[in-house]
């Protein structure tokens, strides 16, 4: 019998045998009467798996720009710990994590990135320090999320408000797409970070300019357009504060461009450059 075959069969007994756990007094939910079951041995291909048994198609691109709603820093808190990862009775697939400073304030519904993705809290836990989120198709395919196992850290930066000191760049969460490590060089005490990335996403990069990887505001050094990569440098604090240092070459990390690019972009192909200069 295959793994993956196994690992579907196993699924299956779970979702059918499994007597209900006994509820957590003190656990928020937003759907209390749903109980969420988690496969325990899930292997690395488990998000593809997922992905397959739901046999659905990327979605074509589209020119629409999706509304603000939540506001990041790029500005790390703290490295959460994935605990599970299993399908829900829903059909979707469902995130937790352990973790303790985002947890201080939090509230169901609230945003937290997650390696860069703006994830919705679904249910949490303060005093087992833990917290839930709901992982679409649509988010597996697009980020880097698809690679985490159980024991992954990932950066967790809650939603700006607006009495916090705007450290960083304006992060949406919204992951415009994944990049590649092709290199890790250390230099002293620093690590130079050199990433290829798709051409669609580069011509958004500048030299000096701001971007956000797995969620950590960072300052492009250079970018290589023939190699179709760039590079930037963590220092060794940031070593010590971000997930990046504990990805080797060949991993995937999450890119959001700068969205001021973006704009710029947008208002040229409309005319509106044009239409200023003919009035």
């Known amino acids: 019998m295959s793994a993956s075959s196994f690992s579907l069969t196993l699924l299956s007994k779970t979702l059918k045998h499994s007597p209900p756990k006994t509820p957590i007094l003190n656990l928020h939910t937003i759907t209390p009467k749903t109980q969420l079951k988690f496969n325990p041995i899930f292997k690395p291909s488990s998000l593809n798996l997922f992905l397959t048994t739901q046999n659905l198609k990327p979605r074509s691109k589209s020119h629409c720009y999706s509304p603000i709603r939540s506001l990041f820093t790029g500005i790390v808190e703290e490295m959460g710990e994935i605990k599970q990862l299993g ?11 352990r973790a303790k400073t985002v947890l201080e304030d939090v509230n169901l519904g609230d945003s937290i990135a997650i390696n860069g993705t703006c994830l919705t809290v679904t249910e949490f836990d303060t005093q ?17 999320l698809i690679e985490l196992v159980p024991g992954s850290f990932v950066n967790l930066e809650r939603a700006l408000k607006p009495s916090t000191r705007m450290g960083g760049h304006f992060v949406q969460g919204h992951v415009d797409g994944t990049g590649e490590i092709v290199a890790l060089e250390p230099e002293g005490d620093s690590l130079w970070v050199k990433v290829r990335t798709a051409p ?43 997930v990046i240092p504990l990805k080797k070459v060949g991993q995937k990390v999450n890119l959001e461009v700068d969205i001021l ?9 409309s005319g509106f450059v044009d239409s200023l200069k003919s009035s």
Do not use: W
Not at 87 to 97: C, N, Q, S, W, Y
Not at 128 to 144: A, D, H, I, N, Q
Not at 203 to 211: C, D, L, N, R, T
């Open 87 to 97: 399908t829900a009775e829903h059909g979707g697939f469902d995130m937790k994590i």
């Open 200 to 242: 669609e996403l580069l011509k958004y990069i500048v030299p000096k300019g701001f971007i956000a990887v797995d969620g950590t505001s960072l300052t492009v050094v250079d970018v290589f357009d023939e190699e179709e990569c760039f590079n930037f440098m963590l220092v060794a604090y940031t070593q010590q504060k971000v």
């Open 128 to 144: 087992l320090s833990e917290f839930t989120v709901g992982l679409s198709p649509e988010t597996l395919r697009k980020t880097s």
């Open 261 to 269: 690019g973006k704009y710029v972009e947008r208002l040229l192909s």
